[in-house]
């Protein structure tokens, strides 16, 4: 049950990092596939090395003393893979959260889903709820994980919550629009991750997404190392957020 520290003012400069870090990065963990078919060997050796990349990379964000950390683990569209393939998914979710979540917990992350669990078999259900359970009071990263999520069907949800509230249609302004959606209460969301070269959102965190920095690495997600993490960050370091405004 490791204890990470957080990396000092030092260890961010010998890294280049001396601005403001994003509050709240998003992952498209995209190229599993393609990384273990450029190894002759089936998807699931590719989602496998996937969670590795993911265990480096959670507890990079630890270091860095994130807010929040999303990543894209299974969309609503995922359910058209061939069903080994989501069966794998599955149990390599469980296996995850269950080698993880001793030292997640003890780093104080705080584990949230965003989706409609409802749709997994129980075994995934549970095993998710009992990790945001056991994690809800902790105070340190917000590790989110989209398990069947669309920004769509998320956006749709959040119409129908407000709707069968009554709210009067000129109360309706973006706070509590967001309020309704899975990430309500979350930082904004600042730098969105795409790996393995595709150049496109995929239906993830649509709303969230509006004023976020967008990054396109072709690494593919099992070669994702927290070094390849920190020069995406210092890559939107570099742009000049405007949010619409002129800045001189
Ligand atoms: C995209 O690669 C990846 C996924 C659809 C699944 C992401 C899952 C993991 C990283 C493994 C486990 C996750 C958790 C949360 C424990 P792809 O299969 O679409 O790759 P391709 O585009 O090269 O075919």
Same mark, same amino acid.
């Given at each position: 049950?490791?204890?990470?520290?957080?990396?000092?003012?030092?260890?961010?400069?010998?890294?280049?990092?001396?601005?403001?870090?994003?509050?709240?990065?998003?992952?498209?963990?995209?190229? $599993?596939?393609? %990384? !273990?078919?450029?190894?002759?060997?089936?998807?699931?050796?590719?989602?496998? !090395?996937?969670?590795?990349?993911?265990?480096?990379?959670?507890?990079?964000?630890?270091? *860095?003393?994130?807010?929040? *950390?999303?990543?894209?683990?299974?969309?609503?569209?995922? %359910?058209?893979?061939?069903?080994?393939?989501? $069966?794998?998914?599955?149990?390599?979710?469980?296996?995850?959260?269950?080698?993880?979540?001793? #030292?997640?917990?003890?780093?104080?992350?705080?584990?949230?889903?965003?989706?409609?669990?409802?749709?997994?078999?129980?075994?995934?259900?549970?095993?998710?709820?009992?990790?945001?359970?056991?994690?809800?009071?902790?105070?340190?990263?917000?590790?989110?994980?989209?398990?069947?999520?669309?920004?769509?069907?998320?956006?749709?949800?959040?119409?129908?919550?407000? !709707?069968?509230? &009554?709210?009067?249609?000129?109360?309706?302004?973006?706070?509590?629009?967001?309020? $309704?959606?899975?990430? !309500? &209460? *979350?930082?904004?969301?600042?730098?969105?991750?795409?790996?393995?070269?595709?150049?496109?959102?995929? $239906?993830?965190?649509? %709303?969230?997404?509006?004023?976020?920095?967008?990054?396109?690495?072709?690494?593919? %997600?099992?070669?994702?190392?927290?070094?390849?993490?920190?020069?995406?960050?210092?890559?939107?370091?570099?742009?000049?957020?405007?949010?619409?405004?002129?800045? #001189?």
């Amino acid at each position: 049950m490791q204890i990470h520290k957080l990396y000092t003012k030092d260890d961010l400069a010998s890294f280049g990092l001396t601005g403001a870090l994003p509050a709240h990065v998003g992952i498209i963990m995209d190229g $599993n596939g393609r %990384w !273990a078919k450029k190894r002759l060997m089936p998807r699931s050796f590719g989602h496998r !090395a996937g969670i590795e990349s993911l265990h480096n990379i959670v507890r990079e964000c630890i270091k *860095l003393d994130l807010k929040a *950390l999303t990543v894209y683990a299974f969309s609503t569209e995922n %359910w058209k893979r061939p069903q080994q393939e989501v $069966n794998t998914l599955f149990s390599l979710f469980i296996e995850f959260i269950v080698k993880e979540i001793d #030292e997640l917990d003890a780093n104080r992350v705080r584990i949230i889903t965003l989706g409609d669990l409802a749709a997994f078999p129980d075994r995934v259900r549970i095993c998710m709820e009992n990790a945001s359970e056991r994690t809800k009071n902790n105070t340190g990263l917000t590790f989110c994980l989209c398990l069947n999520y669309g920004g769509r069907a998320e956006i749709l949800r959040a119409v129908r919550n407000i !709707a069968a509230s &009554g709210a009067d249609p000129a109360s309706i302004d973006e706070k509590l629009f967001s309020d $309704n959606l899975y990430t !309500a &209460g *979350l930082p904004e969301l600042d730098l969105v991750i795409r790996t393995a070269g595709e150049q496109r959102l995929s $239906n993830f965190l649509l %709303w969230q997404a509006a004023y976020a920095e967008f990054v396109f690495t072709d690494t593919l %997600w099992p070669d994702y190392k927290p070094e390849n993490l920190r020069a995406n960050i210092i890559e939107f370091m570099k742009r000049t957020r405007r949010f619409g405004k002129v800045v #001189e």
